[in-house]
DNA sequence: CTGTTAGCGCATTCAA
DNA sequence: TTGAATGCGCTAACAG
């Protein structure tokens, strides 16, 4: 049951070191020989002990995955899927940091003496104070940013143009006709971990100023829990003049939003346009207007770039946009008049 | 930066055994002596080197997630999160193992020396063959099944009863006066990996069949990608009689064939009635009937089963059954005459 | 191409 | 309560 080198090489005839070799550097040792020794430890059901080897060669196989949101949530679960998908064929664990406050963040750089106990840090969805970033840059090792602000101590980053994305969609509901519009999302002030929150607020407001008397536009707040639907609605219902269009931080906001919507009556998108973020579960079924992302594919992508990095390798591509377009559906259209 | 435990030591004026002890067992130091070390540790940024420590005490603090789905699905994220928000904070890492084929499966059960590498395993929606659950269960160390057929093998077992699950919704659908029920479902031979997929077909025919001439039931397979609605919406065109009551294997199913019926021109409830499967994203919000069940839980609860099975103590709650019920919402009404 | 050797950093006996 | 000493199982020089 517990096999161990030394069981293979006696076996086998060969030394530890050979077999060490075969598992690791497989093209320094004889065909024949690699052969022999991959049989005998086949039948003793051997492998490498990952413990000894991470002591030995001082890489711990280990990827830190430091999340400001939760790993259950749509961007962050396909994120890690997508990763998984390459780092694990790649002889990497995933060690999960959710962090929700500053304090566990504070604890994350201090308790953990990251660069004995992890390979590489991935920062998902999460804005990083740049001490923070510099300590983690100080150590060497690499540090990837994925949906964050792409800040320099960084050896990579990747995420969609929140920017030009925003952009799109406003100026789809321009172009449909649209002036009042409104954006429905999280107090930044409650979020102020999540990038894409703070970026997307900031990119309506400076897009909208652009675009001076062309648009009217509001801001609207709603919390994070259940009752979020209710609550824009019913703080929309009470700004001056409605909005006949509504952006939503993301698809989460924008779907519960519209079934309420729906069942107060309203008949979407003639009374009203809405359009989200995402392109998360079920919005392509209800034919949701919203941004397309795949998070998966970034995941992958990073995971990617970050065995590059390992190797030694220094990939050009350290600002990573990855594509995402604007799918026009069925909430949207011209206001009525 | 790579401070050793020497560095603590020689700092502390203690020995390298002294340090060793203020973190593994905090105790068995003087107070003072201990506090002095901590002060140092932390200075020095320095933290136990996890691969040295799991190389030395023969755990490898890694606990192995093994699931038949995909790590981005509703349930397997939400289990992960829960299993991980205990996990982690006890030390162990969790290594991701997605595995989709027979052949996937089988190269997780002997590539991996199972014994050496995770201190448990966890089998997540997976069918496992006792031959593979035997091998497992001889190295002694624990296995836990989440979604799994309960099987002796397992040191331990959560998940909910799908048979009386799967009763409260045809007895629901049956009290309201229906009779033609029809269950949609992925093709059990595409998916043998799954337990529930398998339970709950088994459990809507067992339970149709005890009910005798009161229920008239009909299975209808539909794919898993993005036509299943369509294509479940045609074959239940196709059926000589109607059903009046669709039970759909899960929300992922039964969401998009409520949006899909509404676009062709059904009203749900008043036309036919559609229940679901888990209470998954947005099926409150739309009002759709459905059993509700909560994996991250089930996570949180299965990862505290097995610190304790890792402690040595043998929980009797070997069979975890977790609650559910049926969340009646707006999807399910009497048949119209 | 293969074997010998010397640690990697810590946990744990055994003495003190 | 603490320190000295001994490997855990493997990798990386180096020598052959």
Redesign the pocket.
Known sequence: M????????DRA?????????????P????????EKVLKVAQDLD??????????????SARIAFLTGGELDSWYDSHVLAGLNSVLHDAGYDIALYAVSDEQERHAFFSDM?IK?NADAVLVVSFQIPCTEADKLATTGIPLIGINTEPIPEFSATIGIDETSCMELVINHMVNLGHRKIAYVCLDPETEHFKWNGQARLQAFRSICSKLGDRVNPTVVYAPKDDTRADFALSQLARLDQHPTAIICMNDEYALPLLFCMQRSGYTIPRDVSVAGFDDSTYAHEIGLTTIHQDPYEMGKSSAQTLLKLLEGENPDMNMQIQPSFLAVRNTTAPPEH
């Open positions: 517990g096999a161990s080198i030394q069981d293979v090489a005839g060969v030394s530890i070191a050979t077999v060490s070799r075969t598992f690791t550097l093209d320094k040792v004889l065909p024949r020989t690699r051997y492998t490498i002990s990952r413990s000894a080897s991470a002591l030995k060669s001082g890489k003496s004995r």
